[in-house]
């Protein structure tokens, strides 16, 4: 390969310069480069092969460094959770014209003396649906009692 100095330019900056300023150029460019790419499918992969074995350390640092932006932007724990929260709330609002509200919830809670409703434990309170969410019930104050942990776990998805 050789090299004009007297532009004082690299191949990389005029070949960059030249598809700046004609846009032509840079699609017969790549058109041909498709083109030898078809006649030349052995050639074509070895060269791919090559470069990447001679820039492996660039090549990986910059895939990691793209998974890690990835990672970061998509796939954070906390940003699991609040898209699994979130969810949880569109299909309640969804299902439900008049979802419990804390004020609600604090008035049930209070009738119950804070206790759970069936062994009277004031541990691991829990909010449970009489009618289990899974078998239609809803997420309104009328179907909502006091449980602790222990009990609603017990419960399962039985009607209580
Ligand atoms: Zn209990």
């Known amino acids: 390969m050789s090299r004009?100095?007297?532009?004082?330019?690299?191949?990389?900056?005029?070949?960059?310069?030249r598809c700046k300023n004609d846009p032509d150029f840079k699609k017969?460019?790549?058109?041909?480069?498709?083109?030898w790419r078809k006649k030349n499918p052995q050639k074509?992969?070895?060269?791919?092969?090559?470069?990447?074995?001679?820039?492996k350390a660039k090549e990986q640092e910059r895939a990691k460094i793209k998974f890690q932006k990835f990672k970061a932007g998509?796939?954070?724990?906390?940003h699991r959770l609040n898209q699994r929260v979130n969810c949880h709330k569109r299909r309640i609002a969804k299902e439900c014209k008049a979802?419990?509200?804390?004020?609600?919830?604090?008035?049930?809670l209070e009738n119950a003396g804070?206790?759970?409703e069936l062994c009277g434990s004031s541990?691991?309170?829990?909010?449970?649906?009489?009618k289990p969410i899974i078998k239609g019930g809803k997420h309104t104050a009328k179907n909502i009692q006091?449980?602790?942990?222990?009990?609603?776990s017990s419960k399962g998805a039985k009607c209580g």
């Open 4 to 17: 004009k100095i007297t532009d004082g330019l690299t191949n990389q900056q005029r070949y960059y310069l």
């Open 28 to 35: 017969s460019r790549n058109e041909s480069q498709k083109q």
């Open 44 to 55: 074509s992969k070895d060269n791919c092969k090559a470069y990447y074995e001679k820039n």
């Open 74 to 78: 998509g796939y954070s724990d906390k």
């Open 99 to 108: 979802p419990l509200t804390t004020e609600q919830w604090l008035q049930i």
């Open 114 to 116: 804070g206790c759970c």
């Open 123 to 130: 541990e691991d309170i829990t909010i449970d649906h009489i």
């Open 146 to 152: 006091v449980l602790c942990r222990k009990c609603n």
